[in-house]
């Protein structure tokens, strides 16, 4: 990489305060591009068809919008007109670089963050999609949840704290993210951890089933079963923490309908996953949420006890079944379904052993995260 070009990495770390200088991220991209899927806070100009033209007019106009006493990343889809970009302003006296390998870049960065509220717990965020991934980990021993396709940021994240890698587990099949869990237990040859309602044609496949425990270390991982999202979706206890998986974010819950999208189904979805999540509001005030998405809270880790999720009023699902509304939950879920995640059936079909990926399995997941129910 060049000197004027910057990485995503980078832009990640400083978009999210863990910088102290000022950082203005300038998306180069078509408005509909931008519109479906950007960096937090970034500024659009779509200029990006007049880029590939060596066009610079409407660029030359906004220069005077443009900020002189900051650093400018400017991204594109690849890193290609950004680069362009990016040179016309240096020319112009700006600090700007391109950031390497535009969005496709932006959707591999992967930040990794020790948990202070849950002993033993290392989570792993992907700012680019939304995911979010674990390391639980006790007495050398660490156990990998929800891992992406990149599974050499796991493996740095266990020898960074000298931890072997004992299990690997989904909470459910994904529908959002090509899963590195498979590739990642049979490198280390450890076993892979999935309820078998959501194995479909996978083998070699260590079933989950509620009140089971994996032990790693001298601690335990509690798999609790909680259907709605997929028929076999599972949290984890490990001590005060509650990894949710797919069935409880902090803003929303997740959507049941990818499995079949016919009302009827998705109703009786719902109502599964209303029971699930009523069952994880037993536990106490000091649970802390780990969830397995987010959208746009910008809180590092991503964590929240559970006593303040009964409070807040931001995840309107979840006071639904607080306040023991089935029909209101249900009904909620079935008008306000989002679009569904792209290629979420190419996806799936990956996870559950029913397609080998191909050269492009990088590029399915790119773009926003949609697998919360609103």
Known sequence: MSNTDIEPETVARRVHGEATTDLFVLDVRNEDDYEEWQIAGSTNLPIYD????SDFSTLESHVDELPRDAEIAVVCVAGITSARAASFLRDRGFDARSVDDGMNGWGRVHRTYDVDAADGVVQIVRPGTGCVSYLVHDDG????????????????????RDLDIV???????????????????GELD?????????????????????????????????????PGHTPGSVSFQFGDALLSGDTLFLRSVGRPDLEDGQEEAIRTASSRLFDSLDRLMDRGDETVVLPGHFSDESIRPLATELGELREETTNELLSYVADGDEEAFVETIVESLADEPANYNEIKQINWGEKQPDGNVEELELGPNNCAAN
């Open 50 to 53: 007049e880029l590939l033209e």
């Open 141 to 160: 021993e660490g156990l990998v949840v929800d891992p992406s396709q990149y599974v050499d940021r796991y493996l740095d994240a266990a020898d960074e």
């Open 167 to 185: 299990g690997v587990a989904d909470t459910h099949a994904h529908a959002d993210h090509v899963s590195g869990a498979r590739r990642l237990a």
């Open 190 to 226: 450890v076993p892979y951890y999935l309820h078998g309602d959501d194995a479909g044609s996978l083998e070699r496949v260590s079933e989950l089933e509620g009140g089971r425990s994996i032990s790693v270390g001298e601690r335990d991982l509690d798999v609790v079963e909680t």
